[in-house]
């Protein structure tokens, strides 16, 4: 389907050199007025840009760029074909300083690149805001649930609804918005466990923080099995969550000490390099009686902590 504006365009094209066939250089005038029509166009369009907050509306002002860059070479072709005559516009000799040219399409390139750069950056707000709700969340609950929370949820939701209108988008933009998505929400979840404003949690806000972080991988998995998705980007989607699972999975472990093993760690935890920071997250790990008395399933957990930052120092 022809967007409307290239038949406008063209109607003006068509109408005003038959109102300017009488004057002086009037292929100039028109080549001139077309130009500034363009600009005027993409002035619009770039404002609407700057004022917008919502994927979508980005999405479809790229995309209407897409078509009006389609559209500026046509309208050349169209100019020359009338400034110079059919069959001088197809003469693949003819000297370029000649043939018309366009200098707004150079704008509409502009900004059509800001456009693209807006997506990303209003999608990694987005998934800034809506997992800043888990700032508020319990670390240090009685009892675990095995339900992914809302936060995680919440962006799950934001990233299916929005993923469509990224469809008619270039692949290379496509596989862009999705990697850096995820990438932005792994890195969200790696700062929330690792926050200094994150005092102390125990092993039933662990399980808690492994169900949320068990259904984005399922989510990324899905998503990078899609069939036109490049292995570039499959690995990716599901490889920015691997040093957090290793993480998760040796603050679930039964014995976290095995760690200062070389072939436990080379074998599930290759990526936990970092020393000091697992120290400093483990000294977080605690885990605290309710009543009077702590039960013997409690202290024997919070002496594997002790024991396992014991061995951790002895690394450094």
């Known amino acids: 389907m022809v967007p409307q504006f290239y038949t406008l365009l063209?109607?003006?094209?068509?109408?005003?050199?038959?109102?300017?066939?009488?004057?002086?250089?009037?292929?100039?005038f028109i080549i001139r007025s077309t130009d500034t029509l363009i600009r005027k166009i993409n002035e619009v369009l770039y404002n609407f840009l700057t004022m917008s907050s919502a994927v979508p509306q980005v999405i479809q002002i790229v995309v209407n760029l897409d078509h009006l860059l389609v559209a500026c070479q046509f309208f050349k072709e169209y100019l020359n074909s009338l400034v110079l005559g059919d069959s001088k516009s197809n003469d693949q000799s003819l000297s370029s300083s000649n043939k018309v040219s366009l200098s707004s399409s150079n704008q509409l390139y502009t900004t059509k690149g800001l456009g693209e750069k807006l997506i990303i950056k209003l999608c990694e707000r987005k998934i800034e805001d809506l997992m800043s709700s888990s700032a508020n969340i319990n670390w240090s609950p009685i009892a675990s649930d095995d339900r992914p929370r809302d936060y995680i949820e919440d962006v799950i939701t934001f990233l299916e609804f929005n993923l469509p209108f990224v469809q008619p988008l270039s692949h290379q933009l496509r596989e862009e918005f999705i990697t850096k998505a995820f990438r932005k929400i792994s890195e969200t979840l790696s700062i929330m466990i690792h926050s200094d404003q994150l005092k102390k949690f125990n092993l039933c806000g662990v399980k808690c923080f492994n169900a949320d972080l068990k259904r984005i991988e399922d989510f990324a998995k899905?998503?990078?099995?899609?069939?036109?998705?490049?292995?570039?980007?499959?690995?990716?989607?599901?490889?920015?969550?691997?040093?957090?699972?290793?993480?998760?999975?040796?603050?679930?472990?039964?014995?976290?000490?095995d760690f200062a093993d070389s072939k436990i760690r080379s074998y599930n935890y290759n990526l936990l390099t970092n020393i000091p920071d697992l120290i400093i997250l483990f000294q977080k790990y605690k885990e605290e009686s309710k009543g009077f008395s702590q039960p013997k399933e409690q202290k024997d957990r919070n002496n594997k902590i002790a024991n396992a930052i014991r061995k951790f120092r002895e690394m450094v």
């Open 10 to 28: 063209k109607k003006f094209i068509a109408e005003f050199y038959e109102f300017t066939d009488q004057l002086s250089e009037n292929e100039d």
């Open 222 to 257: 899905i998503k990078a099995d899609e069939k036109d998705r490049t292995t570039t980007t499959s690995r990716n989607l599901v490889g920015y969550f691997f040093e957090l699972r290793q993480t998760v999975n040796l603050l679930l472990s039964e014995n976290p000490e």
